[in-house]
């Protein structure tokens, strides 16, 4: 098992320009959720998925687009990176039921944007 | 809608002694989980502790054991024998069971612990 797996492990984007950010699990979970990590703020949920086809907005979605067509990945798009969006993002997925289930993090993408 | 919060940013513990880190969190809810994050300078997140909130029992893993108040909504993590390798930042978070997302964590801003030697 590879567990979570996140590309690219670093990115410099330039203010304007888009890019995705990779996650596959294979671990066979249901949920899948994209968090930002800011010093300071703790980790903050961007958006999550219950299922392929299932989206739904967390406590930060602005600026970002996500998509899941397979149980397996989970992209998240920046669609016109701003360098409010510099943050180091996690991807995350665990099993939906056994809520007390624990979530398995991917190694996190360090993104800045200039 | 729930908050987490760690009330100290910075902590540091000699090696082999005890440590604890604070965290108390605001909910309406009655069932819940509460859990304690490890986060060392490699940045990957490891699960440290669990607690159920209708168990009374505090959870207990080797070193690390957690004294949950629920009344107080008060969930502090105890690292006994201070190693080294416990130095990180350590995230304590919430979850409902009760939200549609299922899995949906809400977190702490993190306590940055380190262990002098």
């Known amino acids: 098992n590879a567990g979570v797996t996140q590309t690219p492990k670093f990115q410099v984007l330039k203010t304007g320009q888009s890019m995705t950010l990779q996650c596959a699990q294979d671990m066979n979970h249901e949920y899948m959720s994209w968090y930002r990590q800011d010093p300071g703020m703790g980790l903050r949920l961007i958006h999550y998925?219950?299922?392929?086809?299932?989206?739904d907005q967390g406590e930060v979605p602005n600026g970002y687009n996500v998509s899941r067509s397979t149980t397996e990945d989970f992209p998240l798009r920046l669609l016109s990176a701003a360098p409010s969006q510099t943050s180091v993002y996690f991807c995350?997925?665990?099993?939906?039921?056994?809520?007390?289930?624990?979530?398995?993090f991917g190694p996190g993408t360090r993104l800045t944007v200039t | 809608a729930q908050t987490v919060t760690q009330s100290q940013p910075e902590m540091s513990v000699q090696e082999a002694e005890t440590v604890t880190l604070s965290c108390t969190y605001d909910?309406?809810?009655?069932?819940?989980?509460l859990f304690w994050y490890k986060q060392p300078p490699s940045r990957q997140m490891i699960l440290v502790i669990r607690q159920e909130a209708y168990k009374q029992q505090n959870a207990t893993e080797n070193r690390f054991s957690v004294n949950f108040q629920k009344a107080a909504k008060s969930f502090s993590l105890k690292i006994s024998d201070s190693q080294l390798g416990d130095a990180a930042m350590y995230f304590c978070?919430?979850?409902?069971?009760?939200?549609?997302?299922?899995?949906?964590?809400?977190f702490g801003e993190g306590t940055q612990l380190t262990v002098n030697p």
């Open positions: 995350a997925s665990s099993y939906l039921a056994g809520i007390a289930y624990e979530q398995y």
């Open positions: 909910t309406s809810e009655s069932d819940y989980y």
């Open positions: 998925s219950v299922g392929a086809g299932i989206t």
């Open positions: 978070a919430y979850r409902t069971p009760r939200e549609t997302s299922g899995s949906r964590l809400t």
